[in-house]
């Protein structure tokens, strides 16, 4: 059974509008963030591509972007990577589709994302402003509102590990990740030819394939971007995140935080059952990072309910930031090859 790095990410959003919404006619001149409605409260939300793509802009410099291909106009405008897994990271893990007069090719994406939705019910704020620099005496100042909020919010994340750098070209693919062209260029430069899950493709060599998750996790750990920072700039990664390799991909710490008369509580109760639980198909060790004063002192608090965990190796708890690069250099360094075979 294949592998994969399951859990969640959680961020502390400080009256921030991190992920804006679509205005309509009866809003006036207001900008929204995104939020839903369930139980007749309301819950702002960032969607998965809003996080996506700021993940692929927080990838280092030394990673070459997909080039980005626009033709056709209006509504007939297309716009598209170049579709090369073989050659550029962000095609590889987070997919693509290519249609072009030649064919049309696609890969589905490694890195599965959910959606980013609050954690307590919070209702965002109006700020109301003015642009009046310039204008002359006696003229109406342009008046101008956005929405923000301070929330926590919290997205489940999958990366299927065997799919790093294996690129499907026949047989329970809907598309070919590669045109013939490009397989016998990405043969030419080390690829190889193989089948995984009855799918035949063609196969990144080991160290590539360590090499681009790694870079994923130490990208998560420095994440920023976002909407609207001008006036809302903040901290983009992750005040807490949970990665468990795991056989099947399920998620089973969905239940880990949840709101208790207004405040946001993590359940140490919950993680510990869910461990025990899925024990048989856990390859490892749990891996939780948590930023200090964050959720108050309820990391300290998690450290000393769960230190027989900690202590028997089966969870890690520190600083985000310490935990998924800890985690990448010992992907990088072969420690955990075994969770890419398929």
């Known amino acids: ?51 996506r793509r700021m993940l692929r802009d927080s990838l280092p410099e030394t990673e070459t972007p997909s080039p980005v291909l626009v033709n056709g106009k209006d509504a007939k405008q297309q716009a598209y990577t170049s579709g090369r897994p073989d050659r550029y990271t962000d095609d590889d893990l987070f997919g693509y589709m290519a249609a072009t007069k030649t064919g049309t090719h696609m ?3 490694v890195l599965s994302t959910g959606t980013f939705v609050s954690i307590a019910p919070e209702r965002p704020t109006r700020d ?25 919010l919290q997205g489940d994340l999958r990366l299927d590990l065997a799919r790093v750098g294996f690129f499907e070209q026949d047989g329970g693919v809907r598309k070919a990740a590669l045109s013939d ?25 080991l160290p590539e394939r360590r090499r681009r998750v790694a870079v994923l996790l130490r990208t998560i750990a420095a994440m920023h971007g976002g909407a609207s920072q001008a006036a809302h700039y903040g901290d983009r990664t992750p005040a807490l995140i949970l990665l468990a390799p795991i056989q099947g991909g399920n998620q089973p710490f969905t239940r880990i935080l949840a709101p208790v008369e207004g405040e946001i509580r993590f359940f140490t109760d919950t993680l510990r059952e869910e461990i025990d639980a899925w024990s048989d198909l856990i390859d490892g060790t749990v891996y939780l990072g948590w930023a200090p004063g964050f959720l108050g002192d309820q990391r300290e608090t998690a450290r000393a309910d769960l230190d027989d965990l900690i202590k028997d190796d089966r969870l890690v708890i520190d600083h985000p930031r310490v935990v998924l690069q800890a985690l990448a250099t010992a992907i990088e360094t072969g420690e955990h090859d075994a969770w890419y075979q398929d």
Not at 131 to 148: K, V
Request: charged share 15%; proline share 6%.
């Open 1 to 51: 059974m294949s592998l994969y790095l399951t859990g969640k990410a959680v961020l502390d959003i400080q009256a921030g509008a991190p992920n804006n919404g679509r205005g309509t006619a009866d809003q006036g001149n207001v900008t929204p963030v995104k939020q839903h409605r369930t139980g007749g409260k309301t819950y702002p939300y960032g969607s998965a591509q809003w996080w």
């Open 107 to 109: 890969r589905d994406t």
């Open 128 to 152: 109301f402003g003015t642009m009046n620099r310039g204008l002359p005496t006696g003229a109406n100042p342009i008046l101008h509102e956005h929405e923000f909020y301070t929330a926590a």
């Open 181 to 205: 062209a490009a397989v016998q260029e990405a043969l030419q430069a080390g690829c190889t030819e193989t089948t995984r899950r009855g799918t035949s493709g063609l196969l990144l060599p």
